[in-house]
């Protein structure tokens, strides 16, 4: 080819490559195996045969993490049981007793269980940076820091991060970075390309994108990484299974055009939202003057259907009257499928020790695939619903 192929292309291109002999499936086979059979002694443990033991990982998950080493323009690529698997392999991998750790303050609610609590009894310090701090407070709170987690977006209000300016301050420092683009899915913004040392996402989410699975992946640019990161991975056994690796493989190929869809209509939910008089604010980087706008104008190309409203004032139970009112939104953790979804996510603030000022309740959502006309009249009589509900008699 003359032109570069474009990520639409690039992750069907090796489901249509011509076979070496006979014919082939378009998809690989599903290979459940924990035994494999040797044609002697000597074989064995001859690794240029192929896996030795079914935990190795079969045909399918060696097409997916080739897949997504292509997406993420990583050296290399692993599967992990969960998303949350995938960010805390790395973190053991690249940390040791009396280390560092820095990390928004927004993170993601059980990494952040797993940094306080299993983290911290083996001798490793979390530092929590403010979620809104200025790009030079967090290089500040680099010094003697072993290891940076990051999330941009962060987590259910959406703080966006300067991941390039950050990346190269972190690396002038000796500073591991780690960053959570579950949002991003490894297709609107690749950090390994801006920086960032070890990039990480839920494939349950998008790449997978049909809620029936549960896997994470690994990238890395560097060998030397992905060497103490597989080491982690074979010591502590976690592997994935065929079936899964499977379906996730099937819903990698058409990531592209389900993600262009997804911000296609959360842009149209967000931009209706924020000319509601029950909404205070909607946190959304690709919607101008949310948080972070600029920075995801700059550094992405696309967008998830993931976003916060703060509604205008209102008690936590009136909140849930909202989301009970929904019809077409189910309610449900996670997001990434095909579905909308929506969520009360004040109680988890508390956690926090820089607690944003909100001026209502925080609701998530996530803008699935339905017609985006559908998804803001069934917003449109809840929120209704809502104001009436929470006007003073």
């Known amino acids: 080819m003359s032109r570069s192929p474009s990520d639409r292309t690039r992750l069907i291109r090796s489901a249509t490559r011509k076979p070496s002999e006979g014919r082939r499936p378009v998809n690989p086979p599903i290979e459940r195996a924990s035994t ?83 983290l911290s009894a083996r001798g490793v310090t979390t530092r929590y940076h403010p979620a809104d701090a200025a790009t030079d407070q967090i290089i500040a709170a680099l010094d003697g820091a072993k290891l940076l987690l990051i999330e941009s977006p962060a987590s259910l209000t959406f703080e966006m991060i300067d991941v390039p300016a950050v990346a190269a301050a972190a690396r002038d420092r ?70 899964e690796a499977w379906l996730a493989l099937r819903g990698l190929r058409t990531l592209p055009l389900r993600m262009a869809e997804h911000a296609r209509s959360a842009l149209q939910v967000a931009q209706w939202l924020q000319n509601r008089p029950e909404v205070a604010r909607v946190l959304y980087p690709p919607l101008p003057g949310s948080v972070g706008h600029d920075l995801w104008t700059r550094d992405y190309a696309g967008a998830a259907g993931l976003m916060g409203v703060v509604l205008r004032g209102g008690t936590e139970a009136e909140a849930e009257a909202v989301l009970d009112a929904l019809t077409l939104f189910g309610l449900g953790y996670s997001w990434g499928g095909f579905e909308s979804l929506a969520t009360h996510e004040t109680p988890q603030l508390p956690i926090r020790r820089h607690a944003p000022a909100l001026e209502g309740p925080l609701i998530r959502l ?28």
């Not at 928004?104 to 609610?109: I, P």
């Not at 339905?370 to 998804?375: C, G, H, N, R």
């Open 366 to 393: 996530h803008v699935g695939l339905e017609d985006p006309a559908d998804l803001i009249a069934d917003l449109e009589q809840a929120l209704k619903a809502w104001a009436v509900r929470s006007s003073p008699a």
């Open 174 to 243: 000796g500073v591991l970075t780690v960053m959570d683009n579950t949002w991003a899915a490894g297709l609107a913004f690749r950090p390994l390309a801006h920086g960032v040392d070890v990039s990480v996402q839920a494939v349950s989410k998008y790449a997978a994108g049909h809620s029936d699975l549960l896997m994470g992946a690994i990238a890395v640019a560097d060998a030397r990484l992905g060497k103490a990161i597989f080491n982690t991975i074979e010591d502590m056994g976690w592997h994935t299974a065929p079936d």
């Open 36 to 118: 494999l059979l040797n044609p002697g002694a000597a074989t064995l443990r001859d690794p240029s045969l192929g896996p030795v033991y079914g935990i190795d990982g079969m045909t399918v998950q060696h097409e997916l993490r080739a897949l997504i080493a292509e997406l993420e323009g990583a050296a290399d690529a692993w599967l992990t049981p969960t998303g949350l698997a995938a960010i805390t392999i790395p973190i053991l991998a690249l940390t040791r007793p009396g280390d560092t750790v820095v990390a928004t303050d927004a993170v993601y609610g059980p990494s952040r269980r797993f940094l306080d609590r299993h």
